[in-house]
Each structure stands twice: as C-alpha cells, then as structure tokens.
T-cell receptor, first 116, second 113 residues
Framework: AQSVTQLDSHVSVSEGTPVLLRCNYSSSYSPSLFWYVQHPNKGLQLLLKYTSAATLVKGINGFEAEFKKSETSFHLTKPSAHMSDAAEYFCVVSDAYSGGYQKVTFGTGTKLQVIP | ETGVTQSPTHLIKTRGQQVTLRCSSQSGHNTVSWYQQALGQGPQFIFQYYREEENGRGNFPPRFSGLQFPNYSSELNVNALELDDSALYLC????????????FGPGTRLTVT
C-alpha cells in the first residue's frame, strides 16, 4: 500500500532558525520521493527528489532531505529560514507500475510560517 | 522549453452543469495527470493519461472523465457538477518510465454555486 504522512500540519519558525518538516511514507516497492512547495494562489514547484541514488538530496533554495529506509522517512530541512520560505509544503511518494503508470500520493501538507 | 499551461484560470458554474478544463503538457512529456485540491487540503489524484489512454485512476466517480490528444495535451470533463467539486484542479505532465517527477500547471479554480 502507498501512503504519505506529514507529521505536522503547521510549523512556525523564526527567521534565521532551522526548518524541519517531517514526512513518513509507506510503499510496497522502491519509491521515488519528492517535496513540492506551493505559495498562496500558485501552482506546485518541485523542491527536490529522491530516486534511489544518494540518500541525502539537495534541492533549490537551500533545502535538503534525507531518505532513511529503515525509518521510512524523508524529512525536509533548511539551516536558516527566510521570510520567502513561508508556504505550504507537500511530501509525495511515487511508485512505477507496468504500462507507464506512475502511482502518486500526496501528503496532506505542512504550512510553514516564518516569523520576522 | 514550454511549461505546463492550463485554461481557464477561473471558472464559475452552477450545480448540475458540465465543465471542461484544458491542459497543455510540457514539451517532450507524454503523460498527463489531473489532481483535485480542495481548500486547505493536499492534491488528490483523479486520473492519469498515457498514449491517449487512461492508465490509472483515483477514487473519483465516472462523471469525472478525460481525454489526451496526440500532441499530449489533455482535457478534464466533469458532468453533473456538485458543490463539493469546487476546488483547484491541477494538471501535471511527466515522462513515462522516468522517476515520476511531475511538472505542474498553475491550476484552474472552479467554483460551483
């Protein structure tokens, strides 16, 4: 079965402090994992992806995530939050099936608030 | 490289009506997926099209249907609109056989009154 759990619906940090957004997943196969960001009234932008290469993945805007198979986790981090990071973040799991089908499940999202 | 585009941007319909939303894939992508994102929630997978055929579907009723054209653009059709269909509808394009990375359009905001 495929599922994604984002452990916090809201996270609030002060500008300049570290960010941690937590994600746990379940997959029957060897999944690809993604983090997307959605700013208000905007579409989804890919932050980073894990596709069975290096377990520590670096993305855009200083974000990175570590794939931990034993913990089935893919937490998103950033050393120092910026005001422009305030947005909603989605963890996504994807499994490839035959016939070109890619089964994708989104987490429920974590809203990040950055306090000046 | 052209990004994913969707039309219209906003749409208001009445309960019981039918609506068609359109999506143009990113250049070179052969797979299109549609998602429904209700206010305050994550995107829910509706269905996916590959080579003009539906090859995967989420938990949505048959009144949600789609098409993919030879140029890989796509339509989402919703019949007999209900108030709960009010949402942001997102289209995403990707390349089959890759890692599942999807490129999203800006979405169509549908309001059903």
């Amino acid at each position: 079965a495929q599922s994604v759990t984002q452990l916090d619906s809201h996270v609030s940090v002060s500008e300049g402090t570290p960010v941690l957004l937590r994600c746990n997943y379940s997959s029957s196969y060897s999944p690809s994992l993604f983090w997307y960001v959605q700013h208000p009234n905007k579409g989804l932008q890919l932050l980073l992806k894990y596709t069975s290469a290096a377990t520590l993945v670096k993305g855009i805007n200083g974000f990175e995530a570590e794939f931990k198979k034993s913990e089935t986790s893919f937490h998103l981090t950033k050393p120092s939050a910026h005001m422009s990071d305030a947005a909603e973040y989605f963890c996504v799991v994807s499994d490839a099936y035959s016939g070109g089908y890619q089964k994708v499940t989104f987490g429920t999202g974590t809203k990040l608030q950055v306090i000046p | 490289e052209t990004g994913v585009t969707q039309s219209p941007t906003h749409l208001i319909k009445t309960r019981g009506q039918q609506v068609t939303l359109r999506c143009s894939s990113q250049s070179g992508h052969n797979t299109v997926s549609w998602y429904q994102q209700a206010l305050g929630q994550g995107p829910q997978f509706i269905f996916q099209y590959y080579r003009e055929e539906e090859n995967g579907r989420g938990n949505f009723p048959p009144r949600f249907s789609g098409l993919q054209f030879p140029n890989y653009s796509s339509e989402l059709n919703v019949n007999a609109l209900e108030l709960d269909d009010s949402a942001l509808y997102l289209c995403a394009s990707s390349l089959a056989g890759r890692d599942g990375e999807q490129y999203f359009g800006p979405g169509t905001r549908l309001t059903v009154t």
